[in-house]
């Protein structure tokens, strides 16, 4: 019984060469029997399915017969016993082991190594968050050596040709995999992908480029930052010798402030009114960010009621701020004394 070489892949009979290639290349990566998951004989399935379908006249040939067949008159299934299977040609179709297999067998080797990425937290004050604030803070890491500016030359010290790599600056390294040999490339590890070493080493970091210090980062934190928000600077995490340094992640947490809360551009507050002034009218102070402020507290005003004051939200730019938003608590005495009381049942009377 011929196999559905569609369905194996998971594409329509319609698929076109780029679909059929993506959806071999997505079945590769997942069962490779080398990877830990692995599944060889899937592997083989998908193989043999995209060596049919991404030659057009074997495409044709199974299409109609439901098989393919060969150059020699025979039917064809797919790889056979996958000898010599490598990067360019094989069974009819070309891919790139390097593009499939890349992550497995460690990259193409052209690419650069990268250190390690360094996270911390911040901990910052609700106006500090507003407003945005400048911190300082000293982290012990590898960074790159400041005397030899990372070449771990001694300065004014000529180069040599690296003699592991004959200043290739790479090593071919050759695997051994069920179906074949092929040959990957890495960085030359004494020469760090230059293809030179100096001739004498630099004093401070023996030759390695790299030394363990203290250094201070300066870290400007922008206006309106939420708690929680994360701010990263690129190459202030741990140096490696002959790559580039890592990132420095700061995770910000906002200290609540006991009266304000943020939303979006603008800020929160609660404002606790007598019951006169809300139905006089009256004149509050009131504590913000950026000082103490005069409010008009409007005759009749409701209880929940918002009062708006511009520009004393969170700065948006140079010449732009947020409102605050105060919110109107009308306090309800718990106790009356007798004359307050006649008075309300008067107003009662009035029908207030």
């Known amino acids: 019984m011929s196999k559905d070489y569609y369905k194996i892949l998971g594409v329509e009979k319609k698929a076109t060469k780029t679909e059929i290639k993506k959806a071999f290349h997505k079945l590769a990566h997942k069962y490779h029997p080398d990877k ?10 998908a193989s043999e399915a995209y060596s049919i379908l991404s030659d057009d006249k074997k495409r044709t040939e199974y299409d109609t ?44 080797g052209n690419k650069k190594e990268r250190g ?68 990957s490339v890495k960085a030359c590890e004494k020469c760090h992908g230059t293809g ?26 922008p206006a309106g930052i939420n708690d929680g928000e994360m701010i990263r600077l690129s190459g202030a995490g741990e140096a490696i010798s002959g790559g580039v340094a890592g990132d420095l992640y700061i995770k910000i947490r906002v200290t609540p402030h006991k009266d304000f809360k943020k939303e979006g551009i603008n800020l929160k507050m609660d404002l606790a009114v007598k019951l006169s002034d809300a139905l006089l009218g009256s004149e509050y102070t009131v504590e913000t960010l950026d000082g103490k402020i005069k409010v008009k507290i409007p005759k009749g005003v409701s209880h929940g009621e918002l009062l708006r004051v511009r520009d004393k939200g969170v700065p948006v730019n140079e010449s732009r701020r947020g409102d605050l938003l105060i919110k109107i608590k009308i306090k309800l005495p718990s106790k009356l004394s007798r004359r307050a009381k006649q008075l309300v049942e008067e107003l009662k009377e009035e029908g207030v």
């Not at 830990?36 to 399935?45: C, N, Y």
């Not at 299934?77 to 069974?91: E, H, T």
């Not at 480029?209 to 870290?219: L, S």
Request: proline fraction near 2%; hydrophobic fraction near 25%.
């Open 116 to 183: 390690s990425d360094i996270s911390i937290d911040i901990q910052i004050s609700f106006s500090e968050a507003v407003f945005g604030v400048n911190r300082k803070v000293l982290i012990t890491k590898n960074s790159f050596c400041s005397s030899c500016n990372g070449t771990g030359a001694k300065k004014g010290s000529p180069t040599e040709t690296c003699s592991t790599c004959n200043g290739n600056g790479k090593i071919r390294e050759t695997k051994q995999s069920f179906f074949g040999t092929f040959s």
């Open 65 to 108: 017969y439901g098989q393919s067949f060969g150059g020699n008159g025979g039917p064809q299934g797919g790889f056979g016993g996958f000898g010599g299977f490598s990067q360019g040609q094989q069974g009819g179709f070309e891919f790139d082991l390097g593009d499939i297999f890349g992550d497995i067998f460690g990259g193409r």
């Open 196 to 221: 030179k070493i100096p001739k004498e080493k630099c004093q401070d970091c023996h030759g390695i480029g790299i030394v363990k210090k203290q250094e201070e980062i300066n870290i400007k934190i």
């Open 36 to 45: 830990k998951d692995g599944d060889e004989t899937k592997f083989k399935e």
